[in-house]
């Protein structure tokens, strides 16, 4: 698993065209929110739990350290806009404040073709913008976003964009070890549950998440517990043990190796943005 920049400073865009043949190298996920629109082509898209086929017209937003992995089925141009929850504040309010709840965790939306040159027009106009890359665009690129926004708002549509393939070993798998992250969970155990080879079992998780089983359970395990460590007043230790780690040890070096600090120093930097972040969504 890698991690893309740890901060930016203001709103970024890119476009990016990928072929049939580009091959992820794995999966990854950024400290801020990522933006996901596909312009053209087909491509399948893990994250949060579940793989989605998306289609010229539809986007994806995916918050913080929200694992994701893609395949491209056809010939593809993608835009991406990564932000900041500060990037969508006016007046200390969130913007739109329904917006982050209705789009995420992960939730694919469509755009109908008909409204898709709307949208695509506020993209071309913050890919100039980020070439022009001077003092006015850390103005301009924040309102570019609330429009973006709020033609979201406008025109997008619930996408169809559920794969039947959410119904496959794998997911079913994923969806176990997100439900008994705590447990004692093994290849072997999971592979048999599936009803398959711990072999092929270990090829075809890594095939659809872009990373092996440990890894995705470790990743579960630490996800849960960054949460638990800014939401309660539980100790390191039991932390530890509410999320699966048998030595808080082991938990703690996983932990520092994901975030870059101690689970300490993480709640302690991070238990005010995190109230902060909270109350914004709940337009308090």
């Not at 900041?84 to 200390?92: A, F, I, K, Q, Y």
């Not at 109908?112 to 665009?137: H, R, V």
Request: proline share 3%; aromatic share 14%; with cysteine.
């Amino acid at each position: 698993m890698r991690v893309s920049d740890q901060n930016i400073d203001r709103p970024y865009v890119s476009s990016q065209a990928r072929s049939a043949n580009y091959k992820m190298v794995d999966n990854h996920y950024h400290y801020y929110y990522e933006l996901y629109y596909l312009k053209k082509g087909t491509c399948r898209f893990f994250t949060h739990e579940d793989q989605y086929t998306l289609h010229a017209g539809d986007f994806i937003i995916l918050p913080p350290r929200e694992v994701h992995f893609n395949r491209y089925l056809s010939a593809c141009l993608r835009i991406n806009v990564y932000f900041r929850l500060e990037d969508l504040l006016e007046d200390n309010k969130l913007f739109l404040p329904h917006a982050l709840t209705k789009y995420t965790p992960s939730k694919v939306t469509h755009i109908p073709s008909g409204s898709q040159a709307i949208i695509e027009t506020t993209f071309n106009k913050m890919l100039a913008e980020e070439k022009i890359n001077d003092e006015e665009t850390y103005i301009m690129m924040p309102l570019l976003l609330k429009s973006l926004f709020i033609d979201f708002d406008r025109f997008g549509t619930e996408s169809s964009a559920e794969d039947a393939e959410n119904h496959d070993e794998i997911v079913e798998a994923v969806h176990y070890i997100t439900a008994h992250y705590n447990l004692s969970l093994t290849l072997d155990g999971l592979a048999d549950r599936a009803n398959l080879s711990p072999t092929y079992f270990s090829k075809k998780f890594h095939q659809t998440t872009g990373m092996g089983m440990k890894e995705y359970l470790t990743y579960v395990r630490l996800n849960q517990a960054s949460k638990e460590l800014l939401s309660t007043n539980h100790t390191i230790t039991q932390i530890a043990m509410n999320s699966g780690f048998s030595n808080s040890n082991y938990f703690k070096d996983a932990f520092k190796k994901m975030y870059n600090v101690s689970p300490r120093q993480y709640r302690a930097s991070r238990v005010t943005d995190y109230k902060l972040e909270q109350a914004l969504k709940e337009g308090k």
